[in-house]
Structures are given as structure tokens and as C-alpha cells.
């Protein structure tokens, strides 16, 4: 059962490469990377990279077991080289399961590598018991000046990461001409985990060349099946942070909840351009006479400003105005009432001349 579980996360990891080519396309092949594990603190971890096999060209696998309590702060320190003995001059792209990445660090005079995770509960397919293991997939990166060129990562994602406990994800490129950096997160109803994601400043000048826009992190917003759902995109001197915790369960479209229900659930998660005015529903059906809740965001983001919220029923022509009400800390507003009548109803936010996108809700 060990082994065929970790061709499963082996199998994983290698769709999540396959959407970083997809982001340059196929080309220059990955340099190899060689890695030794110089230190680790607590040193209660064992060696399990045999047991997942690399699945791409240049991939190099790491895993750990340990014995500490989840939840317990691990440090490695890893001496890297290039297998033709040059030195690394770039700090690797790294894909972290199994734990929660705290910091990330390289040393190119020392080739150390430094990583320090925090444990998290996380299930393998199938497990009813949490596994305590660490899996790290250290690539290089490669040089790209377009979409097109090269296998994997390019450059401007140097010293970026993914670290996560959803085992079935990968990442999808910036769509034609829109900045912006997605990915597609899949789950069964029930279970639960988290998605972080460190784009480096790099990067952003990179998508800034390509799109002939200026892009920084204060432009993204997160969105959800192209529905705009958060702003939680954090700044960190010109590079981002997206922190997504995601429960696989009955219909929600915000971060840090729900995300749909089905047998296996797949959402789009992309940061992108905020819209000048966003309006979501966070649960699309509901029964009647129970609560309903309309939310959004005024892209200025600024506090006290007056929102309007329009109301239509299917069938009817024209939008009515049944609410206002006052925009709070980053341009965040919401409307709550109580779904008194069985139908289909759209719902539009407007402030001064900008209106929202529809909002669907359907009370049965």
C-alpha cells in the first residue's frame, strides 16, 4: 500500500510540473540538480524519497517521514550543485507537501538551501489516518524571455513556491494577454487543506513585460471560477502571498470555505486584475426563509462609501434597488436577508456609474 500511495502524490506532482510547461511551453530542457541534506531540525526524519520515484526530466524529489507531533516547526538545510559541477547560481522553485512553508532561502556563495515548514494533517487517497511525512520537489529554473520557450519554471519564478495539502492541483499560465496566475484544486466532499502560493516580484515584471501592463500584487484579486471572490492577495515588497484554505463541501464561493459539492470537486482559483466592482453570492441555492448573503468589493477600497444593490426575479426586465449599504476595511460590503420567496433571482451592485456582474440565487 506504501508504494502505491506514493505513486499517487508522485503522479500529482508531476501533473503540477506539466502546468509550469505549460507556462513556457516546450523547449530548453531542465539543468539537473543534485541536492544533499546537510542538517535537519529536529532531526526525527527519516529518508522516503525512493519511495516516489521522480516523474519529469530535472525533477528532484525529496520526502521525509518524522515522528514529532504535527504541528511541530521543522528547518532543513540542503547543499545544492548542478550535476555537471557548476555552481547553482539561482534559487530553485520549490513544491512543498505536507506541511506549511515558513521561510525559504538560498545562499548562492554557500549553496545552501534552507527551508523551515511547519507540520500539517494532511491525508494521502484513501488514508483515514494523517500521514506524517514532508515531500519537496526542488526545480530549476530556466531562461524564457516569451511564452513558448523552454521546459518549466523560468527565471523571474526563482525563489518562488507552492506548499499545500491538497494533493490534486496544478498550476495554470496567465491567459492570453490578462496577467495573472491560476490554479485548478480538485477534492473529495469533505475533506480540507490549504494552498499557498509565493510569487517573487520577479515575476510580476515578467507578467508586466508580457501583458505591456504594470503589474504589482496590489492589482490581483482572487477569483473563483472566473467569479471574483476575495482580495486576500498580501503585498510583501513586491511579491505575493495567496493563502487559500479550502473545505470541499456544499456550495460557497469564497476562500477560506466551501467550494462546491460533487462526487470529485475541481474549482479555478486565479489571481488576476481586480474588477472595478465585484459582486458574488456566497451560496448559490438555498432552501426558503433561510438566510442569504450577497458580498463584494469596491475596487478603491476604501471605507464608508455607499453601495447600491439591485434586484431582479427571472422573468422580470428591469433591475430594483432593494438596499444600501456601506463599504468597510479594503472595499469590502455585504448584504444579508432572508430568501422569503421560492425562484431564481439576479442581484447587481452598483456605486455611482459602475455596476457589478450578475449574481445568481436560486431559493427552491
Known sequence: MKNKKYCYVGSVIFVLVLGFFALVGPGKAFAALQ??????????VTDISDRIPAKTPGELLKAYSYTSDIGTTYTFVFDLANDDGTPVTRQPFLINVGSKVT?????STTQKLTITVVTQIWYPPKATNPEKEIVFVILPTIESTKPGEGEG???AMAGG???TTVLDFRILPPEKGEPGFGLSLSGAPGTSGFFNMLMPKTMFDFMSQQTGKTITPKDLAIFIDNQQASVSVTDLNGAAFI????TFSSGNTTTGAALGMAATVTKEIVAKEKLPLSLAVK???LKKNKKAKLYGWLESGKKGKEVTILKKKKGEKEFTKIATVATKKHGYFYYKFKAAEKGKYFYKAQFKKKKSSKAALKVK
Open 103 to 107: 521561510a525559504y532561502t538560498y545562499d
Open 153 to 155: 519554471p523560468p527565471h
Open 35 to 44: 541536492a544533499t541534506l546537510s542538517s535537519a531540525s529536529p532531526t526525527d
Open 243 to 246: 493563502d487559500i484554505t479550502i
Open 161 to 163: 513556491y507552492v506548499s
Open 283 to 285: 451560496k448559490a441555492t
